[in-house]
């Protein structure tokens, strides 16, 4: 019985640890044949008998994280890609709420991404600082700004910054700045910032939509835990 619940990995490794040479693989190159098939397993989502349950839900808690950190910097088409992969890849039920709730709010990041490019185009807000994840720009005009990046003025130069460059913090001052503070957008901004573990923002946009008919859905997101 305890044989039967060995997965593949587990033999395989015992195979390498045999005391005896004869118990062995002959080769590295057969070890690794036999490790490609456990992690094609992974990648296809089958990984029943390969590994331990806890290596399969670490994996699929890693592709979970993955899709968070590109939703917080708001590459939000490769998170609506790879949610669309994760869909495809696993039948459990558990897995397709998580992805169905994650396409929800990916599509409320991507509107309010739509209405924050527009509010910063028509306004070009000029910043005494612009807070990035590694450095800061002091004396900052936004010149144009696209979904994937701004295009900002920095010391009579045209500097390119990714969404994603930008700390998490500057991210919910610009949209304060253009004063997108519609219901959809403190949904979003809620998302945004229980996501980047931004706590007390994350409570004050959901308390902001209190008595609005996002007040449930604003609840959920705070609900929610990290995968």
């Not at 994996?59 to 669309?84: P, S």
């Not at 902001?208 to 609840?219: K, W």
Request: proline share 4%; charged share 30%.
């Amino acid at each position: 019985r305890l044989l039967a619940r060995v997965t593949r990995l587990e033999v395989i490794c015992m195979r390498c640890l045999a005391k005896e040479p004869r118990n062995r693989y002959a080769s590295a190159r057969d070890v690794a044949v036999e490790l490609e098939t456990v992690l094609a397993g992974l990648d296809t989502g089958d990984a029943m008998g390969l590994v331990p349950a806890t290596v399969a839900e670490a994996q699929r808690g890693a592709e979970f994280r993955r899709i968070d950190e590109e939703m917080t910097g708001l590459h939000l088409e490769a998170a609506i890609d790879a949610t669309d992969s994760l869909d495809r890849k696993y039948a459990d039920t558990s897995v397709k709420a998580w992805v169905a709730d994650r396409r929800g709010r990916l599509q409320a990041l991507n509107a309010f991404r739509g209405r924050l490019v527009q509010r910063i185009n028509e306004r070009r807000p000029i910043l005494d600082k612009l807070l990035l994840v590694d450095c800061a720009l002091e004396g900052v005009e936004v010149l144009k700004a696209l979904p994937e990046k701004l295009l900002v003025l920095h010391q009579n130069q045209a500097v390119e910054v990714a969404w994603g460059q930008l700390s998490h913090p500057q991210l919910l001052a610009l949209a304060e700045l253009v004063q997108l503070n519609d219901p959809a957008d403190r949904l979003a901004l809620c998302i945004y910032s229980h996501h980047s573990r931004l706590v007390e923002p994350a409570l004050h946009y959901a308390d902001l939509l209190r008595g609005t008919p996002l007040e449930v859905a604003a609840r959920q997101v705070m609900k929610s835990k990290d995968p």
